[in-house]
């Protein structure tokens, strides 16, 4: 049988509709495949092209701590004591971490920015808002930054009742401690050596005046005499070269106030602080504490045995010292400063009288005479310990102000010369404001201005007593002279000063003193 079929006309024609078709097929088909693989091309290059989202690693927040130490052997600008001036600073870091003498490496290290102590605020209540004069400043307003620039220091002389003299006289009185310091530090001497006390006065002079182991023109000095008395401290129980004399309480209670504010300062800056300072100075400050009588005040030698000799002068330094402490941020291992300060306040109080003079030792002790001299001492511990507005500083100030009515007599045998009055007084007087600082501004400024040699030393004045005419030994000659230097310009610097420790009002607005 055969397969064969024969073709007609119209199985053709089918044929060729047919094969139209499939090829219309076939081509829709394809441009269909080659459209789809088209738009799976572009799909692909779409999400291929969204950027991929980062892969985000979350970290714990660490804390924000300071910089590193500045290490040794790095030398960097130095910031002068005065403006327009670039040197070198070299800073001793002792390295002892035992009681025994320090032997001081030397590094070169950074000054910090002119902000360094910006927002550093010192003191609690100084001053009254209720009178003319310097106690009616705000809280707040006043900083370390401040004193340290030269255009606001004299801004604040000028208005708190100073001259330009006035710093003229602080530089060079500066200028002339430096040539009277000794090799190793210090300042002061002989045989009756308080050498630890003559250094803190010294070196409070220089703070007040804002001047630092950083300072170009005094650096130096100030870095050697804080060296000084750390070695002290770290060699002995007790700030002085002397510790069995019965004067060790004024000796130790001086040079301690003095290493409380350096260390004040040093701890602001961007700088390693001297080596043992920190260590040394609660070391003071506890031994402060410790010595402490019942009644409140301190003895000779730190006696606190029955019938110590207890009275306000001694008292007078060490409270200035653990105020000074307070206001540094120091921690005691042996008991609360502000403790201490309430219980001083006490025996202040013991040793008013209604007139507003204050004894020598509290009634019923051998000796409680009424003396001119410690009326500003009795006031400005008051201030210090929190009790500015009591009734016994009040009458106090009333007394100063009534008693200061014409210029000291700088070389007369009275109380008119006597520095030591003075230095407290000034204080106390600046701490009010108002009229009795006007009355004891007219009285001393001109007069200490006046007392002082082209050579940047003060003359010796005529009061019977130290730093006066009396003492005429060479031994004590040394001692006098840097006493009578520091108390001097200690005074001059009070415009722009205020001690880290002052008054309190009676709720009124206050400002901050500065160190």
Same mark, same amino acid.
């Given at each position: ?319 200035? $010292? ?130 002082? $040699? ?62």
């Amino acid at each position: 049988m055969s397969l064969h079929i024969e073709s007609t006309e119209e199985v053709l024609a089918e044929l060729k509709r047919q094969r139209a078709k499939s090829l219309a097929a076939a081509i829709s088909v394809s441009f269909l495949g080659v459209a789809l693989m088209g738009l799976l091309l572009y799909l692909v290059n779409i999400i291929t092209a969204i950027p991929e989202e980062p892969a985000v690693t979350v970290y714990p927040m660490e804390e924000r701590r300071g910089e590193d130490p500045i290490k040794p052997e790095i030398t960097r600008p130095q910031r002068p004591s005065s403006p327009h001036q670039k040197s070198e600073v070299r800073i001793v870091v002792s390295t002892a971490t035992t009681d025994v003498p320090i032997n001081n490496p030397e590094i070169d290290v950074e000054i910090p920015s002119d902000t360094f102590s910006e927002g550093l605020e010192f003191g609690d209540n100084i001053g009254f808002n209720n009178g003319k004069g310097p106690g009616g400043y705000e809280p707040d307003d006043i900083t370390l930054s401040k004193r340290c620039d030269l255009n606001d220091r004299m801004k604040r002389i000028t208005e708190n009742g100073g001259t330009p003299q006035c710093e003229e006289a602080v530089v060079k009185s500066l200028r002339w401690l430096q040539k009277q310091q000794n090799k190793d530090g210090s300042w002061g001497g002989g045989g009756q050596n308080y050498k630890c006390s003559m250094t803190g006065l010294a070196l409070l002079a220089y703070l007040a005046h804002c001047e630092t182991p950083l300072s170009e023109e005094f650096g130096d000095s100030v870095l050697k005499g804080i060296s000084f008395l750390v070695d002290q401290g770290m060699k002995a129980p007790v700030l002085s070269l002397v510790p069995q004399m019965n004067e060790v309480s004024y000796d130790h209670a001086i040079a301690t106030y003095a290493l409380c504010e350096a260390y004040a300062f040093c701890k602001q800056m961007d700088i390693p602080s001297i080596s043992n300072l920190e260590r040394v100075t609660v070391k003071a400050v506890d031994r402060i504490l410790d010595g402490q009588n019942n009644n409140g005040g301190w003895a000779y030698n730190y006696n606190t045995r029955a019938g110590a000799h207890t009275d306000l002068s001694v008292t007078g330094w060490n409270v200035q $010292a653990l105020k000074a402490a307070e206001h540094g941020g120091i921690k005691p291992t042996k008991g609360e400063i502000r403790t201490a300060l309430r219980k001083a306040a006490m025996y202040c109080r013991k040793c008013s009288k209604p007139d507003g003079l204050f004894t020598y030792m509290q009634e019923g002790r051998e000796d409680a005479t009424a003396r001119p001299s410690l009326v500003g001492v009795g006031v400005l511990s008051l201030q210090m310990c929190g009790s500015g507005s009591d009734s016994a500083a009040r009458k106090g100030l009333d007394w100063m102000l009534k008693n200061t009515n014409k210029p000291f007599n700088w070389r007369a045998n009275n109380t008119s010369s006597n520095l030591y009055q003075h230095y407290y007084g000034v204080q106390a007087a600046m701490n009010r404001g108002g009229d009795v600082w006007t009355a004891y501004n007219r009285a001393f400024r001109d007069a200490t201005l006046g007392a002082q $040699a082209s050579d940047g030393s003060f003359a010796p004045n005529g009061f019977g007593g130290p730093g006066g005419n009396v003492q005429t030994s060479q031994n004590r000659h040394a001692n006098d002279r840097i006493y009578r230097q520091c108390l001097a310009t200690l005074m001059l610097e009070v415009y722009y000063r205020f001690l880290p420790g002052t008054g309190e009002g009676a709720g009124m607005a206050f400002n901050r003193p500065v160190l």
